[in-house]
């Protein structure tokens, strides 16, 4: 619902504060997603597919990536960039529907997490993970590599722009 308000307010008024204020809304509601869904991945797998499972999810994940800037920069050059954006806040509503008819699949294989283990996984700290020497240099490589996602996600299409290419070429 956040992805697809933010973005049909982007189609409907083009400014830049709307602009900030959407890609703040995109960016929350991105990150809500993801650390929900790697969250049930951990969860939902048993021992023996959990690293299986969490390899689709990357996979996945690097395919929209991939494709989605590639299908914005076409539709961009083809029909505009207001028409792309009402396009794209179309792109949550089957989801939303599925929810809301809860048609979601379930998954037969799937482990329930016992009671037991959310009281285990509440009894310690958030500052036992950052005090493990380990953790606390994937954290921060983590994010850094993000800052640099998100510089390079920002930075393309202004250059890509000033080089004269198109949106499709930019995608």
């Known amino acids: 619902v956040a992805l697809a308000s933010a973005v049909l307010l982007t189609a409907l008024a083009t400014r830049y504060a709307v602009l900030f204020l959407v890609t703040f809304v995109v960016g929350g509601a991105y990150t809500t997603v993801l650390n929900a869904t790697q969250q049930l991945v951990g969860r939902y797998s048993g021992e023996k597919d959990r690293v299986a499972n969490y390899s689709r999810l990357s996979v996945c994940l690097a395919l929209s990536l991939a494709a989605v800037p590639m299908l914005t920069g076409f539709l961009i050059d083809h029909i505009g960039f207001n028409a792309t954006f009402f396009i794209l806040c179309a792109l949550p509503v089957p989801a939303l529907v599925m929810l809301l008819l809860n048609l979601l699949p379930e998954t037969g294989s799937a482990q329930k997490p016992a009671a037991g283990d959310a009281a285990a996984a509440l009894s310690g700290s958030a500052m036992d993970l950052i ?19 998100d510089l ?20």
């Open 131 to 149: 005090r493990d020497p380990g953790l606390r240099q994937l954290y921060i490589f983590n994010i850094l590599f993000t800052i640099a996602w």
């Open 152 to 171: 390079f996600l920002f930075m393309t299409p202004l250059y890509g722009n000033q080089l004269g290419l198109s949106a499709s070429q930019i995608g």
